[in-house]
């Protein structure tokens, strides 16, 4: 194998190995800042434009720029965020309601005895 093969193996790699640890970071919820998502985006954006050139001859690195786009778009999206928020709104009067509910039985025992 030439180096040249070798180097183009290895950049695959890489890029391969980030975009699947940013897919993760975004699954598990770690991205919540849409600043931070933007500003990873672009990055991606930036090896997208790097791997352009190796598309058109190498199906891996067609598929790696296909799997880059979506997880930017993913990134990108405004919905799963507001999603997101509005679940925690949710769970947050859930827990403010059972809160308020025990101090009334609280205070209700209290006068009780």
């Given at each position: ?5 070798i180097l183009h193996?290895?950049?695959?790699s890489y890029f391969?190995?980030e975009?699947?640890?940013l897919?993760k970071?975004?699954?598990t919820g ?7 998502r933007v500003?990873?985006s ?6 997208v434009?790097l791997?352009s050139p190796y598309?058109r001859s ?19 999206s405004?919905?799963d965020?507001?999603v997101?928020?509005l679940?925690?709104q ?22 009780l005895s």
């Open positions: 194998m030439k180096d040249e093969d193996s290895d950049v695959l391969t190995e975009f699947a640890t897919e970071r975004l699954k770690e991205l919540d800042d849409y600043r931070e500003l990873v672009r990055k991606i954006g930036e090896a434009n791997l598309v190498d199906p891996r690195a067609r598929q790696l720029v296909r799997t880059a786009e979506a997880l930017k778009k993913q990134l990108l405004v919905r965020m507001m997101k928020q679940l925690q949710r769970e947050k009067q859930s827990l403010l309601q059972v809160i308020l509910r025990r101090k009334k039985e609280a205070a209700a025992d209290s006068l």
